[in-house]
Each structure stands twice: as C-alpha cells, then as structure tokens.
C-alpha cells in the first residue's frame, strides 16, 4: 500500500514547498516594493522640505524687496502672498495630470520592475 501511496505523497509534499516558495517569493517581492517606495518617500520630503526653506527665504527676500519698492510691507507681503496663492490653485487644478500619474508610474515601476528586466528572478 505505501508503494501505492508513495507518488501522492511525493506530490502532496512538492507542492506544499512549492507553495512555501512562493509565498517566501511574495513576501521578498513586498519588502523590496516597500523599501523602495519608503526610500523614494523619504527623498521626496527631504528635498521638498529643503526646497521649502528656500522658498521661504525667497519670498521674505522678495517681501522686503518689493516693501521698500512700493513704501509698505505689509503691501509687499500681500503680493507675495497672492503669488503663491494663484501657484497653489494651479497645482492645485493640475494635481490629477502632475502628481498621480507621475505616483502610479513610479509605483508599477518599482512592484513591476522584473518584466523589463526579463523575467522574474531565479537567483533568489
């Protein structure tokens, strides 16, 4: 009986550790599509808070510059502003178009990036 047995076994046994590869391969796949999207992540913030900075002593350079143009601060200060609130409506209005398809490519590009380089990995 167990000679009977013996190939139902085996394959019972060869698909269990192929299934046990296969979820060790997914779960590597999601750990490197992570760390990649934390380090992208991590990037974008540390440029876009120094750009802020930069933005920031742009904009108090420009207020006095046109405040003592204009002879009044506070009208430097609202120009300034309204510039920056006529740049934010128009990201604003082009968030969809800037933004979320520039995310999306990025994103099926580190998940999916083993179709570009032919196939998936057998060296793992």
Do not use: C, W
């Amino acid at each position: 009986m167990s000679e009977f047995t013996k190939p139902v076994d085996d394959l019972s046994r060869s698909t269990k550790e192929y299934v046990d590869l296969r979820l060790d391969d997914l779960k590597l796949r999601a750990v490197k599509g992570l760390s990649l999207s934390l380090n992208h992540l991590l990037t974008m913030i540390l440029i876009l808070f120094t750009a802020a900075i930069v933005m920031l002593a742009l904009a108090f350079g420009l207020v006095l510059l046109l405040g003592s143009a204009i002879g009044s601060y506070a009208g430097g200060a609202f120009i300034v502003a309204g510039f920056f609130l006529l740049v934010g409506v128009i990201l604003f209005l082009l968030r969809k178009k800037l933004f979320l398809n520039s995310f999306i490519k990025m994103f099926v590009g580190i998940f999916f990036d083993e179709e570009k380089e032919g196939g998936t990995d057998e060296q793992i």
